[in-house]
């Protein structure tokens, strides 16, 4: 079982140390229940996926400003908090693909826990979206809805349904991952302001 320097809590103080809005806190808090959800289903270990979720942008609210310089920053403030190369460059692969992302854009993603985090932090943005759009209700939200908001390129345009999809490498379908989506922002509700 992989070992982890720091505790959940110490993780969100650091977290909060470089990240101060509310909208990406919010988007940690989702990534982090989606990773831990999915962990549960495939047998992986929650403390270490769930983790991966909620520390994954580390340097956002330092690089936002400038996107290019993303993912830069990340690796020296996890090294400093005492996270091992193994977990530093897990978190750095969700950046993979990306053309803004000069360093990484030519990296592909090749192993279960990269393809987990990817696609666990981007179906965020579309749950959130579709949430919003039933009144900020997640309560009742059902996997066949948001697969039709999936399908629809329009809905949520910006979020990449190809690196949601890349949830198959982990031998689960599609549908099953909603769910276990679903599922884990609904334990959270209360904290990222969805009923």
């Given at each position: 079982?992989p070992?982890l320097?720091?505790?959940?809590?110490?993780?969100?103080?650091?977290?909060?140390?470089?990240?101060?809005?509310k909208?990406d806190?919010?988007?940690?808090l989702?990534s982090e229940a989606v990773m831990?959800?999915?962990a549960?289903?495939?047998?992986?270990d929650e403390?270490?996926w769930?983790?991966?979720?909620?520390i994954h942008?580390?340097?956002?609210?330092?690089?936002k400003?400038?996107?290019?310089?993303?993912?830069?920053?990340a690796s020296?403030?996890?090294r400093?908090a005492?996270f091992?190369?193994?977990?530093?460059?897990t978190v750095?692969s969700?950046?993979?693909?990306?053309e803004?992302l000069l360093?990484?854009?030519?990296?592909?993603r090749t192993?279960?826990?990269?393809h987990?985090?990817?696609?666990s932090?981007?179906?965020t943005?579309?749950i959130?979206?579709?949430?919003?759009?039933?009144?900020?209700?997640?309560?009742?939200?059902?996997a066949?809805g948001?697969?039709?908001?999936?399908?629809?390129?329009?809905?949520a345009?910006?979020?990449?349904?190809d690196?949601?999809?890349?949830?198959e490498?982990?031998?689960i379908t599609?549908?099953e991952?909603?769910?276990?989506?679903?599922?884990?922002?609904?334990?959270?509700?209360?904290?990222?302001d969805?009923?």
């Open positions: 079982m070992n320097p720091i505790t959940r809590e110490q993780a969100w103080e650091l977290v909060k140390k470089y990240n101060s809005h909208q806190l919010i988007h940690y989702e831990r959800e999915l549960k289903k495939l047998g992986e403390e270490y769930g983790m991966l979720g909620l942008d580390i340097d956002w609210g330092a690089t400003d400038n996107v290019q310089t993303h993912l830069t920053k020296e403030i996890l400093e005492g091992d190369e193994k977990f530093i460059s750095l969700h950046g993979y693909g990306f803004e360093h990484l854009k030519d990296k592909k192993e279960k826990i990269q987990a985090l990817a696609a932090e981007t179906i943005g579309l959130h979206a579709y949430a919003l759009m039933r009144g900020g209700k997640i309560e009742g939200m059902e066949k948001l697969k039709k908001k999936f399908k629809d390129k329009t809905f345009a910006k979020v990449s349904r690196v949601i999809k890349e949830i490498n982990l031998g599609l549908e991952f909603f769910e276990v989506a679903i599922e884990g922002i609904k334990k959270i509700k209360d904290k990222i969805l009923k």
